[in-house]
């Protein structure tokens, strides 16, 4: 069974440019979680999709971004990039607004020049 | 929102060693998870443990809910073993549907 896979792998962008970061989750899973871990900072919480909808969102300036398809598959969008936005952004996904564990993928990695 | 301890924040062994990393956190909780970081960024599921205790080879994780806080407990360490270890618990309320996690522990395994 493929796990959550997420597209581009590395990311390369300049200060006010947009980034678009995908995400697929596993089979069956219907929530889609997004977490940045900026150097020093940790990871932190940033948005959750289910079933189309967002159901919670982190303490980020509305420049993040995202939404989630019909096919449960799900796009962060990052407007006007600063160069603190450079970071590891992982995706996860569960089962459907259960207490079901998170899987993650192998991330994007966001480099802002 | 809920508030999460991991100590140690670093730790160095010899292989074979034993260790115990511990996870405090601030608020009931309806899930936990700890995870292991490798060098390359990967964050790999370990337990999934709100309550109780589970075992998976030479590691194992208890939860005490009423007490707010977790162990996990490696044994026979390996270098493969090195990493950052993270505890994340998801608390309900305003948090629904979010991990918070620790600050995590920073193992680094000697061959």
């Known amino acids: 069974e493929a796990g959550v896979t997420q597209s581009p792998t590395h990311l390369i962008k300049t200060r006010g440019q947009q980034a678009t970061l995908r995400c697929s989750p596993i089979s069956g899973h219907t929530s889609v979680y997004w977490y940045q871990q900026a150097l020093g900072l940790g990871l932190q919480f940033l948005l959750w999709y289910d079933e189309g909808e967002e159901r919670n969102r982190g303490n980020f300036p509305p420049r993040f971004s995202g939404r989630q398809f019909p096919n449960y598959s799900s796009e962060l969008n990052v407007n006007a990039l600063e160069l603190e936005d450079s970071a590891l952004y992982l995706c996860a996904s569960s089962f459907r607004r259960t207490n079901q564990p998170q899987h993650f993928g192998d991330g994007t990695r966001l480099s802002i020049l | 929102g809920i508030q999460v301890e991991q100590s140690p924040p670093d730790l160095i062994l010899q292989e074979g060693a034993n260790s115990t990393l511990r996870c405090n956190f601030s608020?009931?909780?309806?899930?936990l998870q700890w995870f292991h970081q490798n060098p390359w960024g990967q964050l790999i599921n370990l337990f999934y443990?709100?309550?109780g205790t589970k075992q998976n080879g030479r590691l194992s994780a208890t939860t005490v809910a009423t007490e707010r806080y977790s162990l996990l407990y490696i044994s026979s360490s390996q270098t493969t073993d090195s990493g950052v270890y993270f505890c994340a618990p998801k608390a309900g309320g305003t948090s629904y549907g979010k991990l918070t996690f620790g600050q995590g522990t920073i193992l680094t395994v000697h061959p």
């Open positions: 608020d009931s909780v309806n899930n």
């Open positions: 443990i709100p309550s």
